[in-house]
């Protein structure tokens, strides 16, 4: 079955260090997302993607970046990990063929610590 | 600028009653309105989403909800509420003058006592 998936679904990392969470979709969608999931802030779009070789920010980019090689990945790095960054993380798709009517897929999500 | 409001962080209901989780929104333009149920330690599931034409949306698991542009609300309803059913519900509001981004609400955790 087609479906969106996230690795790691765990990750603990220092201050400092550049921080890599993987994305993989097999419905040929067009378009993926990242969000940040926080208490009390339900959840923020950080970067998105309407096709290969395009990426847009988000609301809460800075510190954030993404590319899109292929129509199946969106990588989200951590340039320098901060606490700040301490959150859940989720990938999202939708088929980009409906506009602004698509319907978005959510991966599991990756929790992520930065000590 | 778009937003999206829950103004309940935690609704209570016993088994077997009717359950509401409210949702207003604030856009410019039309709105395009989504409801997502997470459960513990997984991602969000889509339930359902008004586009346009009639105000009650059916969606899944015996979910609905209703559209009334007058109030800017998009609250979610189900007759009768299961154990099964207690999650974290997030509202989305994309504005069709914005593009595709979504904007959701801070979510409002439902509990249903047996």
């Known amino acids: 079955d087609a479906e969106i998936t996230q690795s790691p679904r765990h990750k603990i990392t220092e201050t400092g260090r550049q921080v890599t969470l993987a994305c993989h979709q097999t419905w040929n969608h067009n378009n993926m997302f990242w969000y940040r999931q926080d208490l009390g802030h339900g959840l923020r779009l950080i970067h998105y993607?309407?096709?290969?070789?395009?990426?847009n920010k988000g609301e809460v980019s800075d510190g954030y970046s993404v590319s899109r090689s292929n129509t199946e990945d969106l990588p989200l790095t951590l340039e320098s990990a901060a606490s700040s960054q301490t959150s859940v993380y989720f990938c999202?798709?939708?088929?980009?063929?409906?506009?602004?009517?698509?319907?978005?897929?959510f991966g599991p999500g990756t929790r992520l610590t930065v000590l | 600028a778009q937003s999206v409001a829950q103004p309940e962080d935690q609704v209570n209901v016993a088994e077997g009653n009717p359950l509401t989780v409210k949702c207003t929104y604030s856009v410019s333009g039309n709105p395009y309105l989504f409801w997502y149920v997470q459960y513990p330690n997984r991602g969000l599931q889509f339930l359902l989403k008004y586009i346009t034409g009639d105000n009650l949306v059916k969606g899944s698991y015996g979910f609905e909800a209703e559209f009334n542009k007058s109030q800017t609300s998009f609250h979610l309803k189900k007759p009768s509420a299961l154990v099964s059913d207690s999650a974290l519900y997030f509202c989305a509001v994309r504005d069709g003058q914005a593009g595709t981004a979504l904007i959701f609400g801070k979510g409002t955790t439902l509990s249903v006592s047996s």
């Open positions: 999202a798709s939708s088929p980009g063929l409906a506009g602004r009517t698509d319907t978005q897929y």
């Open positions: 993607s309407y096709g290969v070789q395009d990426t």
